[in-house]
Each structure stands twice: as structure tokens, then as C-alpha cells.
């Protein structure tokens, strides 16, 4: 079907995206509107929405919506005969649709760029539980430790009462816990120990920060930072050139690319949590692998 099929996530900005389910509706291009009302109805949406013979899907919220997304289309559309994905970003963070350039503030100029129809294949990044082999994709971002305790320790409502602020709270708040050693063991760059680590497929972490510099969505690799430390001075010191984009310059963060690595915890006691594009999923171990230029999706610019 030639009709874009637009999943919204009502509950995106606080609630407030809610207010563009009627617009969304009247939008041209005869589009299909659905709506989720729980965790992971995307992915059901999204494999609904193939199976009736949609070939663009379209993601209208955050990050964590545009995940679901791209796990229900990739399974249920073979490698061959992908489904594109179209972006509306209606969420408090929209990583993804700015490593896309997408328009940010205006719903009009976005949905254009689902008409136009130009696509271009982006790296697809997996994480496969070592215990089940089960496997999730993200498209931007994966955290291990620190910043998915972080995420685990703000509840929903402290995100619809404070917003974005509510990160910073719970991240004073884990700080003060200890932190198990990790090790990270990959290939191309033996084994390495540390207390946190974030993977980019893209270069922007947490809005337009560019932690991970060098990175591309169609390069092939996954950009790894290992915190080798968990001190509060010591993070906060490294902040600013983080936010620059130079983490080279860091003594105490490694900055390397890879096509694969293993994350398990040093001490098996400990249940060190990962998040997937700003989502809280599971625990450690984990491993993950990158599927160079899998998933078409619409841009502005090719």
C-alpha cells in the first residue's frame, strides 16, 4: 500500500503529543493512523501494518517509539524486501531524527519529507542476550551501566511531572551507588575493563552532542566510550569535552570503534542493567554487532 502508516505514541512530550492525533489525520497523503496504548504495541503495529501490505512506516514520537518501530519492521520484513521507516519527532528527545537533519520544530516540514520519498540505508545495531540468543535492534544508542541505571531509576511519573530535568536527579542519585566492574571483550581491541559504557551507531548522544565524533549511521561500526572510573568530579570534569565533541583528549575514557564486542559483569552478583535508545531493556551479559546499511529510511537529504 502506497499510504504511510503512522504509529503515535500519544504519551510523547509529557502527554502533550497526544494533541496531534486529528492533524496527523488530515495530513496529505491519505495516511493511516494508529495510536499505542502500552509498552511495545509498536512492534505489534508495526508487523500489523506489513502484513496488511504497508511499505513505509512511520515513527511519531521519541527515540524509544522509533525502537519499537524498527524491531517490529525488521521482524517481519526479510533483508530484501525492507519496509521503510519515515520519522515524525514528537518526542522530548529526538536523537535520531537529528542525526537525520530532520526538521525538529515544524510537524508540516517533517511530514514533507515522508512524501518526497527519499530513503537512504542506515547500519542496524543488534543486541543479542548471550544466556537466550534472543536479539534486539536499536538505531542510535545503547548504554551499559551508569546511564541505564539512570534510566531505570526514573519512574514514568517523575518524567511527565519534571521532563528531561528528572535524568539529572536520578543520575546524583545512582552516583552514590557503588559500581561493579565491567569487561568488554571484542576482536579488534582485546579486553578492557571499566564501571559504564555507551555505544553510538550515530555521533549524537542525549540531543546534538556529539560524543562519538567520528561516527556515522552508515559507516559500518559501532562507537564505543569506556569509562574507565565512577567518581562525580571525574565525570563532571570530563563533561565539557564530551559535549564538544573530543573524547580523545580524555585520560580517563577510552574512545574506539568496533563491528563487535561482548559486555559481562566482572562480578556475576551484581545485575548490571543496558538501555537501547534511551529504553531500559535487560541485564548484562549481552553481546553486540552492527548490520551495515539495513534499514532504509526517509531523509530530507540523501
Known sequence: MDSPFVILNPAARSGRAGNFVEVLQELPGNPVVRFTTRPREAEELAREAIAQGYKKIVAAGGDGLINEVVNGIVSSSPADQAVTLGVLPLGTMNVFASELKLPLDSLEAAWEVILENRSRHVDLACATYLETQQQRFFVQLAGIGLDAEVLEETSSAFKM?????????????????????????CEENGEKKGTSILLGNGKFYGGAFPFFPEAALDDGHLHVLLFKHHHFWELLGNLPALLVGQPRSLRTVQYFKTKELAIISQDPRFQIPFELDGEMVSHLPIKFSIEKQRLPVLVSEV
Open 161 to 185: 511531572a519534571f521532563g528531561p530535568v528528572s535524568y539529572f536527579f536520578s543520575f546524583l542519585k545512582v552516583l552514590l551507588k557503588k559500581q561493579p566492574t565491567l569487561l568488554l571483550r
